[in-house]
């Protein structure tokens, strides 16, 4: 393509858009509808599936020490414990930091104030990079000298797995037919707008314009259309999230759910947005304008 031809087609496209306003507007609107729609359910996704990890990550076993180990040999532990396959970590905890532990976790609990730490065994919170090996790791821990007793609540774990790969299949699933609805629609709406200008597109082949340079002003149009779309919809998601991210933030009944900060996600939102606007807006145009190149 010269030069010069693209200053055309860019032209042309531009001016189409315009001179066809409604059509434009709505192809536009429903454009950023569908990718408001995507991108919400997408961030959604996205923030259930950290607050699913976030949970996993605080799902821990505990390693109860040979109460006749002196402090020193209990810590020494440590290390040991640390080298077994799929431990993320391994916090030594003593009796006496048990204890306190008890105290502020059971702050009405009467029975908890006199309790004397001599009754309790050091012991390790161990966290995991794999729930899925809770099991194994658990027999590898119990296996450590000095480690008389292990507690894993597999039940717990295999829940979080569970739930985890439920919500990804779900989400996935859903996004899916909001993609394929969205191409849909968008689809037929450039359809519209391409049909208004039926006489136009004919009059070209009439006068011998060749497929390509018919084509490549509504490809423009289809581009600026996609553009102006992704601008609009991720200022849009942008103020959404925002504000309710703000709602959860200054709500004292959602304690345990967490927003991610949308200035951690704009550029790769921003890009998403952005490909798949230019990528409906252009692929919306080729497919409306193929059925008059074949008259």
Not at 49 to 57: I, K, P
Not at 182 to 203: G, H, P, V
Not at 233 to 257: E, K
Request: aromatic fraction near 10%; glycine fraction near 6%.
């Amino acid at each position: 393509m010269k030069k010069h031809d693209f200053g055309y087609f860019f032209h042309e496209g531009l001016s189409n858009m315009f001179s066809h306003g409604f059509m434009s507007f709505a192809a536009v609107g429903i454009t950023v509808a569908c990718l408001l729609i995507m991108g919400t359910f997408t961030l959604v996704a996205v923030n259930a599936d950290a607050n699913l990890r976030e949970l996993e990550s605080e799902n821990e076993i505990v390693a109860f020490v040979d109460e006749s180990y002196s402090d020193a040999q209990a810590r020494a532990l440590q290390s040991r414990i640390e080298e077994i396959p799929n431990v993320a970590s391994a916090t030594f905890i003593s009796k006496e930091e048990a204890t306190e532990d008890f105290k502020d976790r059971y702050p009405d609990e009467p029975m908890f104030d006199d309790l004397d730490p001599e009754i309790l065994r050091d012991r390790f919170a161990i966290h995991l990079d794999d729930l899925k090996l809770t099991g194994k790791t658990k027999e590898a821990v119990e296996q450590v000298d000095g480690i008389v007793k292990v507690n894993a609540n597999e039940e717990v774990s295999n829940g979080f797995i569970a739930l985890r790969n439920i919500a990804t299949v779900v989400c996935v699933a859903l996004i899916a037919i909001l993609l394929i609805v969205s191409m849909f629609i968008i689809s037929n709406t450039i359809k519209l707008t391409t049909f208004d200008r039926r006489d136009e597109i004919a009059i070209m082949r009439m006068v011998g314009a060749t497929n390509g340079f018919i084509r490549w002003p509504f490809v423009y149009e289809g581009f600026l259309i996609g553009v102006f779309s992704a601008v609009i919809a991720f200022l849009l998601q942008w103020m959404l999230y925002g504000a309710v991210a703000s709602g959860i933030d200054n709500s004292s009944t959602i304690q345990l759910v967490s927003v991610i900060p949308f200035s951690q996600m704009w550029i790769p939102v921003a890009a998403v947005f952005a490909g798949a606007g230019i990528l409906i807006g252009i692929g919306g145009s080729l497919t409306a304008i193929r059925r008059f190149l074949q008259v």
